[in-house]
Structure formats: C-alpha cells, structure tokens
Nanobody
Framework: QVQLVESGGGVVQAGGSLRLSCAASGRTSTMAWFRQGPGKEREFVAAIAWSGGMTNYADSLKGRFTISRDNAKNTVYLQMNSLKSEDTAVYFC??????????????????WGQGTQVTVSS
C-alpha cells in the first residue's frame, strides 16, 4: 500500500513561485500531479516516470511548471513559476506502483494524496 502526503501549498501573489512536495511511503513508479480549481473538474498537470528521464506536462503549463523527483527520498516535486490566478486549485499527488507510463488519465493512478491548496492572489 502506498500513502502520499503533499506539502508546500499556500497563498502566493501572481507572478510568484511555489514548490510542492509529495512524500510517498511504499514502492512507486510513475508519480504525477493533478489539480482541481473552484467549480472545475480535476485536470492533469504533470507526470514523471521512476527514472526521472520521462516526463509529461499539460500543454498549457509547459515552461512554467517543472516536475522532478528524488527517489532516495521517495518524493516528487512540482516547481511552479510565474503563477497566475487561474492556477488557484487544490493540487493532488498521484502514483502508480508499476509501469513506465506518464499517463494524463486519472484512471492510470491508483494512489492519491489528500491534496494541498494553492491560492494565487492578483
């Protein structure tokens, strides 16, 4: 069983940066971030395979968000730069325990964290 705990959320001004962390207990392969804004459906943000060499991003976030991982710490990070008000959302960490896919589908991930709130003030 894998447990995921996110941290690093908070309130930041537009144009600022924030780094989210997700610590996993248990074996993981691909890890990912999703987000759900107010009144919106949950959407894919980014994913990273275990090796770290394969990543996948939502097209709209490329260049501003960077996903990385430290396998020694079993932790995945999401560096968010040039934040905009529309980035306000609850950010969820997700993981799967096998395979190399960096899928954008929520159904590909069997483990989820509780989420961390990110609020971007304008």
């Amino acid at each position: 069983q894998v447990q995921l705990v996110e941290s690093g959320g908070g309130v930041v001004q537009a144009g600022g940066s924030l780094r989210l962390s997700c610590a996993a207990s248990g074996r993981t392969s691909t890890m990912a971030w999703f987000r759900q804004g107010p009144g919106k459906e949950r959407e894919f943000v980014a994913a990273i395979a275990w090796s770290g060499g394969m990543t996948n991003y939502a097209d709209s976030l490329k260049g501003r968000f960077t996903i990385s991982r430290d396998n020694a710490k079993n932790t995945v990070y999401l560096q968010m730069n040039s934040l905009k008000s529309e980035d306000t959302a609850v950010y969820f960490c997700a993981a799967r325990s096998w395979g190399w896919t960096t899928s954008t589908s929520q159904n590909s991930y069997g483990y989820w964290g509780q989420g961390t709130q990110v609020t971007v003030s304008s």
